[in-house]
């Protein structure tokens, strides 16, 4: 257990823990010795000001940048994440704000795309992806109807559902989401928050970048604070405020209920 990050999970081991991590890129440290951790069924919001150093440290875990100093555990063991496939074969899969989704083909389509089912003869098994897609969507967004059109006519709220099938399609523990709200409106929003708890209630981490202080309150269980690549510090949503959370984004102050980090001042 990482002395730095307490544990909020007595007896249970993490789904992740990132220890130590460093990356620079010239001469600036985008991520300066940072740990972070998450437990089954629980939302870790990564919270700090642009440039803090949130998106680059949950790249190094998707394996999309390799890192300088530091270690990652998965289930308590140490694995070498070298590109993104490696991360995937951990089951950590992540929605960029971008979403990554193909306009223009349906939403069966876009949950195979890559990895689509055949059948015998070789050729696209269509009726089995839409059958899939139709289950996974169920469970996810079950209002979504909206299965024979192209993602593109699909709102934000949707086309995110969408996404976040796709990962969970392929067995995503550990599920990686880079301002999943940020273009959605307050409907939407809410949309996708159900998502997060019916992931949430089987098992699946998740790691939650976003701006909004208000959602991450609503959906994390903890959050850790970044500031000029550090950690500030951590701390379970249920026992800080909003302004101490704020005072930790702003100036870097870790509030007495919060762990500090190497980034706290004072
Ligand atoms: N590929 C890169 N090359 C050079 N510098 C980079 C690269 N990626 C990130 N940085 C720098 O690393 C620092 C951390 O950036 P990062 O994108 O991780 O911040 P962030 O916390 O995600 O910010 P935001 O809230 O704006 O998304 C910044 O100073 C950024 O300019
Ligand atoms: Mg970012």
Redesign the pocket.
């Known amino acids: 257990m990482n002395a730095n990050i307490g544990n909020p999970h007595p007896g249970a081991t993490p789904l992740v823990e990132m220890r130590d991590i460093s990356i620079a ?2 001469g ?1 440290r ?2 300066d010795h940072a740990s972070v951790d998450l437990f089954p069924g629980e939302v870790v919001g ?1 919270l ?10 949950i ?1 190094i875990l998707s394996g999309a ?1 390799p890192r300088d100093g530091g270690q990652i555990l998965i289930n308590g063991e140490e694995v070498q994440i070298g590109n993104p496939r490696d991360a995937k074969a951990y089951g950590i899969e992540t929605i960029y704000q971008t979403l990554a989704l193909a306009d223009n083909v349906d939403a069966a389509a876009n949950l195979f795309l890559g990895r689509e089912l055949l059948t015998s003869w070789g050729t696209l098994d269509d009726a089995a992806m839409e059958a899939e897609a139709r289950k996974v969507m169920g469970r996810l967004n079950p209002n979504f109807r909206r299965f024979k059109e192209p993602v593109k006519a699909l709102s934000g709220g949707q086309r995110q559902s969408v996404a976040i099938a796709r990962a969970i399609l392929f067995n995503a523990r550990i599920l990686i989401m ?2 999943p709200t940020a273009a959605l409106g307050p409907h939407e929003t809410a949309q996708v928050g159900e998502l997060i708890k019916e992931l949430k209630k089987d098992g699946i981490g998740i790691f939650l ?1 976003s ?1 909004d202080i208000h959602d991450v309150f609503d959906l994390a269980d903890r959050v850790a604070v ?1 500031k000029n ?1 550090q950690v500030v510090g951590y701390a379970k949503t249920t026992e800080v405020t909003k302004d101490e959370v704020l005072g930790m984004i702003i100036l870097g102050k870790c509030p007495p209920n919060a762990i500090r980090g190497p980034g706290a001042v004072d």
Do not use: P
């Open positions: 890129f010239g600036i985008a991520v990564l700090g000001h642009n440039g803090a150093g949130k998106s680059t440290l790249k940048y880079d301002e970048i701006h970044m690549g």
